[in-house]
């Protein structure tokens, strides 16, 4: 159906490519397509709605006692992981509710990863990449992991856009969580230190992690080879056995062209394939990525910019953002998990 769609649209813009665009005519398109965007997000909102009403996400949904195993693999976001008891248990800790959002489910792949490998431990050390004000260093000290968490320099220019956003950590302070852990017991697990991802320093890869992870990070990196030699480079700061978990932007559309340079790129499948040879190479494993576009409802809805909370002169909503289009590509969030070899 919308490979129809995209068809038609193809032939609508032949027949009306050589129609002059007055002035009059210009607005009402903007217009047009501006409303077409609000009702997008609105049947979005209604939907998600709906499933929060049922109880399957949301306030309503139930909380498990514990963690669950989910025998996670390197995958992509999708509707069924947010209604499941793994996630509903670390939004608990997080202090939110399930939502359809894959930020959340971001945060929540790292935790469930880690957990599942035995890596939310006292005694363990664990590693954070452009950590910014993530609540993930606070979240691991409450287990007892001794975490040293880093981002770039507050005085480097390639963090002025996250700093003005409210993203950007400089001190370990920034990360503290009182309703998660007393603060004598977070200032004694975690450190903060300034680190460049495209030049890790040397003392931190020496093989003294048993953990390590990144969230939405890599893909900031300028291109898709940096991402890449920024996971490489990684897996140095890991002892034998220990794991990698980084989440990154996914394009769905496999087949496709994609974003290969420029402030967020867009990995796709036959990068991931080929990152998984080269850190073989290096006797490490990717865990194989499981790219089901999942059978939800919700995972077949695509969010447009303006993404998050939307509002107009029609009233304020929430749709699910569990995909989006990013410069026409359909995008999604990718979890990858790596093992560090010998």
Not at 60 to 71: I, K
């Amino acid at each position: 159906m919308i490979a129809r769609l995209l068809r038609h649209l193809s032939r609508w813009r032949q027949r009306h490519r050589r129609l002059p665009l007055l002035g009059d005519t210009r607005l009402l398109w903007e217009r047009e397509a501006e409303l077409t965007r609000w009702s997008v997000k609105v049947l979005g909102a209604e939907l998600a709605q709906r499933h929060y009403a049922a109880g399957l996400a949301g306030p309503a949904a139930p909380v498990p006692d514990g963690p669950s195993p989910a025998g996670l693999t390197s995958r992509t976001c999708r509707q069924a992981d947010i209604e499941a008891p793994w996630f509903r248990h670390w939004c608990r800790v997080l202090g939110t509710a399930p939502v359809y959002h894959r930020k959340l489910w971001e945060d929540g792949f790292v935790l469930q990863a880690l957990w599942e490998a035995g890596m939310l431990e006292p005694g363990r050390r664990a590693l954070g990449f452009a950590v910014g004000r993530e609540a993930l260093p606070a979240v691991l000290a409450a287990q007892g992991v001794e975490v040293v968490a880093t981002d770039l320099a507050g005085e480097d220019a390639r963090a002025r856009d996250w700093i003005e956003t409210g993203q950007h950590g400089a001190a370990a302070a920034a990360l503290y969580r009182p309703e998660l852990l007393a603060r004598e017991a977070f200032e004694a697990r975690v450190s903060f230190r300034p680190v460049d991802m495209v030049a890790i320093p040397a003392e931190l890869r020496q093989g003294g992690f048993d953990c390590l992870w990144s969230v939405c990070a890599l893909e900031h990196l300028g291109s898709l080879e940096a991402g890449w030699r920024f996971v490489e480079q990684a897996m140095e700061c890991l002892k034998p056995g220990g794991i990698a978990v980084h989440t990154t932007e996914f394009n769905l559309d496999g087949l496709g062209g994609t974003i290969g340079r420029g402030s967020t790129v867009l990995f796709q499948r036959r990068h991931v394939e080929a990152l998984a040879a080269r850190v073989a190479a290096r006797g490490h494993a990717l865990l194989p990525l499981d790219e089901g576009h999942g059978n939800g409802m919700l995972d077949r809805f695509v969010d447009l910019a303006p993404f998050g909370e939307s509002s107009s002169p029609l009233g304020v909503v929430f749709p699910p953002h569990l995909r989006l289009s990013v410069r026409g590509f359909p995008v999604t969030s990718a979890g990858l998990i790596l093992r560090a070899g010998g």
